[in-house]
């Protein structure tokens, strides 16, 4: 039986989840119908479009911008949420909890939300053999990108992370925000400063800022030095991986890690782990 799925979002046509999904399903055997779900920029309309995808039928769904905090604030409401939703305050896959739909909860209900956006950064690096354990870690940005990965990257058992971004009360916001939110987060001590600040040797520096899409660079320090260099952005030419390979770094684009996210979110709902090294090859010959 053919099993449904949407990712919502508004815009929503140049999403990248179907084609991704249906690889995921070529490769576990399994019949999908996987579409994009444009929905009015308002909560009202979101709640509505979900809570009718679920009656009819649907398994899961996908949240891309601008709705990740709009549907956390659905499921906090209805089915709950992952330790990795409630400490990135934004969820990025939606699914109906099969427990509280046995204790006689309505689907409405029992709408449930997870975030794999910091998980499936971590799978790729991981993927590329970068060693995070006890890796000294720099992220740069303090948006929503930023705060999702913060959790996954600590689990993973990096020694030290420094949080740089332009407007420095942001980071330190962020901060005080997730160390309340999780006491592994309030165990790890994280250092702030602004993005020109940052300087000193890391093993791993990540941009999670949004500069990529102004086509402006990042002003970096000559202090600033690192042994591999991630991008959250994909799908253009790089200046914060340039100048990071220019110094001899290892450097990688975000794709693997929408792969990755997307291959978590396709486990969450069928059970079926994905190869994803051999996804990316053939998404990349497309
Ligand atoms: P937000 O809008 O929430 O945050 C933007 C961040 O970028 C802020 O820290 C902001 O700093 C910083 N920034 C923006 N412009 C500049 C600039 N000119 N100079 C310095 N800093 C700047 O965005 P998100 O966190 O949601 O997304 C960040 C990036 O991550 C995007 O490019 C997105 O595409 C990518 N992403 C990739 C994913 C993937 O699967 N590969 C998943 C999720 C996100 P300030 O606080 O000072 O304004």
């Known amino acids: 039986m053919t099993q ?26 399994i019949e999908i119908s996987y579409q994009r779900q444009y929905c009015p920029d308002d ?24 709705f ?36 006689g909860a309505s689907i409405a209900e029992a709408i ?55 407007t420095l009360s942001k980071a330190t ?10 006491e592994t987060i309030a165990k790890q001590q994280i250092k702030t400063c602004t993005t020109d600040q940052l300087s000193g040797a890391f093993d791993i520096i990540i941009n999670a800022t949004s500069i990529g899409l102004s086509g402006d660079t990042l002003p970096l320090s000559d202090e600033l030095s690192g042994h591999y260099a991630y991008d959250m952005m ?5 200046p914060f991986l340039q100048h990071f390979a220019e110094r001899g770094a290892q450097t990688s684009d975000g794709y693997g890690m929408l792969i990755g996210q997307a291959a978590l979110s396709f486990e969450r709902w069928t059970g079926q782990a994905i190869d994803v090294v051999k996804v990316t090859e053939i998404l990349q010959t497309h």
């Open 4 to 29: 449904h799925f949407i990712v919502i979002g508004n815009p929503i046509a140049h999403s990248k989840s179907p084609e991704i999904h249906t690889q995921f399903a070529a490769q576990a055997g």
């Open 43 to 66: 909560a009202a309309s979101f709640t509505a479009v979900i809570e009718a995808f679920f009656q009819g039928g649907g398994v899961g769904a996908n949240v891309t911008v601008p």
């Open 68 to 103: 990740k905090q709009v549907a956390y604030n659905c499921c906090v409401a209805r089915g709950g949420l992952s330790e990795h939703a409630k400490v990135a305050g934004a969820v990025n896959t939606l699914l109906l909890n099969k427990t509280l739909l046995k204790n």
């Open 112 to 166: 449930y939300g997870d975030n794999t956006d910091g998980q499936g950064l971590v799978n790729h690096i991981t993927s590329l053999d970068w060693p995070l354990k006890d890796a000294r870690v720099a992220l740069i940005g303090a948006g929503g990108a930023a705060r999702g990965v913060i959790l996954p990257l600590i689990e993973a058992g990096i020694s030290d992370l420094t949080l740089a971004n332009r």
């Open 173 to 182: 916001n962020l901060v005080n925000d997730l160390s309340a939110a999780s």
């Open 234 to 238: 994909y799908g253009r030419t790089l």
